[in-house]
């Protein structure tokens, strides 16, 4: 089996969320965040891509998204909104050019991310761009209660493939 094509993929921690309204969009090549801001910050934040090589990726996000990829091994993702301690989106242009996504949240969380959002928690989406032109390594996202034993997170996951082979092919539920 095999799973060619280009994906994006929205990891989603709902209950980090509920209540909160921020928006993701894409835009040209950059992504962009626009959350429930005061007028000082009701602008689009526009963040620089974090590339991640893999032993399946290849060099397809190029075309697809119009982007100058580095050079080097197989992009196999396209990290474009992240809040994780291996990752951090950093802002491109504006007032805050430069700073980090958390960084900019912490500001203001209250204005940026609403009354229920617990801003020592990492932000509650991660927005990645998969470029698969092999097999993908197998994924286990353990439920929330068995995530903390097992050295895990929970995630809720969409998947929306947009563009892929006739070949092309998901298992979802093992």
């Known amino acids: 089996m095999r799973f060619p094509g280009i994906w994006l993929i929205l990891i989603l921690d709902w209950a980090a ?3 909160s309204k921020p928006i993701l969009m894409q835009r040209d090549e950059k992504t962009v965040f626009h959350g429930n801001c005061k007028d000082s910050m009701s602008y ?3 963040f620089k891509p974090i590339y991640q090589e893999r032993v399946w ?4 996000l190029s075309t697809a998204l119009g982007r100058d990829l580095p050079n080097g091994g197989p992009i196999g993702e396209s990290w474009d909104v992240v809040d ?5 989106s950093v802002i491109e242009g504006g007032p805050h050019d ?3 996504l958390r960084e900019v949240i912490k500001s203001d969380p209250v204005a940026i991310m609403g009354e ?6 990492p932000f509650p989406i991660l927005v990645k761009w998969l470029d698969c032109t092999d097999r993908l ?3 286990v996202h353990p ?7 097992l050295g895990g997170e929970p995630k809720t996951e969409n998947w929306y493939m947009a563009s892929c082979t006739e070949q092309a092919s998901l298992i979802a539920g093992l």
Do not use: V
């Not at 229920?116 to 928690?121: F, G, L, Q």
């Open 57 to 60: 990726g290849g060099r397809n």
């Open 143 to 149: 439920p929330k209660e068995l995530a903390g034993e």
């Open 98 to 100: 430069g700073k980090s």
């Open 84 to 88: 994780r301690s291996e990752a951090m």
């Open 17 to 19: 969320i509920r209540g």
């Open 137 to 139: 390594s197998l994924q």
């Open 116 to 121: 229920s959002y617990d801003s020592e928690r």
């Open 44 to 46: 689009p934040i526009y």
